[in-house]
């Protein structure tokens, strides 16, 4: 999920540069999306990961 969310900042990064405005604030909507759904499941993770009992 992080891996997508930095190869979409860098194709908005590239299209900001070479100056196509549509897709680079589309691209850069989608990375910032899809960062904060790897926050949320990175967050989750840890919560719910440490509430597993010893295993029997």
């Not at 540069?17 to 909507?29: H, I, Q, R």
């Not at 904060?36 to 719910?48: D, H, T």
């Given at each position: 999920?992080?891996?997508?969310?930095i190869?979409?900042?860098?194709?908005?990064?590239?299209?900001?540069?070479?100056?196509?405005?549509?897709?680079?604030g589309?691209?850069?909507?989608?990375?910032?999306?899809l960062?904060?759904v790897?926050?949320?499941?990175?967050?989750?993770?840890?919560?719910?990961?440490?509430?597993?009992?010893?295993?029997?």
């Amino acid at each position: 999920m992080l891996g997508w969310a930095i190869t979409f900042l860098i194709i908005a990064l590239i299209a900001a540069v070479l100056g196509f405005g549509g897709v680079a604030g589309t691209a850069s909507w989608i990375a910032q999306v899809l960062f904060v759904v790897f926050l949320v499941m990175f967050i989750a993770s840890l919560i719910f990961g440490r509430t597993r009992g010893p295993a029997a």
